[in-house]
């Protein structure tokens, strides 16, 4: 019997994308919880935003924050998960860092701004300003603003002068990605703390069996490191080119939460 683990992007794939509903995933994710399956935020929300969805989805499992920044186990987690040298014990979670610390990457943005680049991070927005931005409401726009990992931004330009900004980015030792904004991060994406985990799980079972589930970008080295990869339809109706060329990618017919419904219960059907 396979033990299956399901990472899963949050917007844009389990969250509706202008409503951030998971209403249309309701079905699919009682059938995860019936079944005790390990079901993984990975997501380029912040820990705060992340906490107030698990909360919704009465969800207690690990996740991942910001793109791959850090991995948070909850210290109260029914699974005796062993912990690599170095997690930090914080606010209730086990900590395993792998990203760069934020005000090194605000500093990043900055002399991007410096050098004529037309680009405006999150941190240089108000909540108010997020709000509409996002589409969010303010008290989930001020979750937004509590950030540890990465650095989402507006850009306004061309594409050559963005593929100028990414090589900037790059030569400053930097990573760029994108999904719904444009991201800064440091040496960390999500495909390296879905590495970890498979890992730290592996420890515990045998025979484990991982899923991943993402609509762009930021998810392609997350779906490059699981068993079962799941491209999610977006809303116009296209896919994310380069998830396309992942092998095995499985591609949903309908977009968002629907989508990730379909994908889940013929997954859970097969195995």
């Known amino acids: 019997m396979k033990n299956i683990?399901?990472?899963?992007?949050?917007?844009?794939?389990?969250?509706?994308?202008?409503t951030y509903s998971f209403d249309d995933a309701s079905e699919a994710l009682r059938l995860v919880r019936m079944k005790k399956i390990p079901l993984i935020i990975v997501s380029s929300k912040t820990r705060a935003e992340i906490e107030y969805y698990r909360k919704k989805l009465q969800n207690n499992d690990p996740f991942v924050s910001e793109n791959g920044g850090g991995i948070f186990i909850p210290s109260d987690y029914h699974l005796d998960i062993p912990l690599p040298e170095g997690a930090e014990k914080i606010n209730g979670y086990y900590l395993i860092k792998i990203g760069t610390e934020y005000s090194k990457l605000r500093e990043i943005l900055k002399k991007l701004q410096r050098d004529g680049f037309n680009v405006k991070g999150f941190g240089d927005m108000t909540e108010e300003e997020l709000a509409r931005l996002t589409s969010l409401p303010p008290h989930e726009a001020s979750l937004c603003k509590k950030r540890d990992f990465d650095e989402p931004?507006?850009?306004?330009?061309?594409?050559?002068?963005?593929?100028?900004?990414?090589?900037?980015?790059?030569?400053?030792?930097?990573?760029?990605?994108?999904?719904?904004?444009?991201?800064?991060?440091?040496?960390?994406?999500?495909?390296?703390?879905?590495?970890?985990?498979?890992?730290?799980?592996?420890?515990?079972?045998?025979?484990?069996?991982?899923?991943?589930?993402?609509?762009?970008?930021?998810?392609?080295?997350?779906?490059?490191?699981?068993?079962?990869?799941?491209?999610?339809?977006?809303?116009?109706?296209?896919?994310?080119?380069?998830?396309?060329?992942?092998?095995?990618?499985?591609?949903?017919?309908?977009?968002?939460?629907?989508?990730?419904?379909?994908?889940?219960?013929?997954?859970?059907?097969?195995?």
């Open 5 to 18: 683990i399901i990472y899963t992007d949050l917007d844009g794939t389990l969250l509706e994308h202008k």
């Open 153 to 271: 931004f507006v850009f306004y330009g061309s594409e050559e002068e963005l593929n100028a900004l990414i090589e900037l980015v790059k030569e400053h030792g930097y990573n760029y990605t994108a999904g719904v904004y444009h991201h800064i991060t440091g040496n960390n994406d999500k495909g390296k703390a879905v590495e970890i985990l498979t890992t730290l799980y592996k420890s515990l079972f045998k025979n484990i069996l991982t899923v991943g589930l993402g609509d762009s970008l930021n998810d392609l080295e997350m779906l490059k490191k699981v068993d079962i990869p799941v491209v999610i339809k977006k809303p116009d109706g296209s896919y994310d080119n380069e998830l396309l060329k992942i092998e095995g990618i499985i591609k949903t017919v309908e977009p968002g939460p629907k989508g990730w419904q379909q994908a889940i219960k013929k997954i859970l059907n097969m195995v």
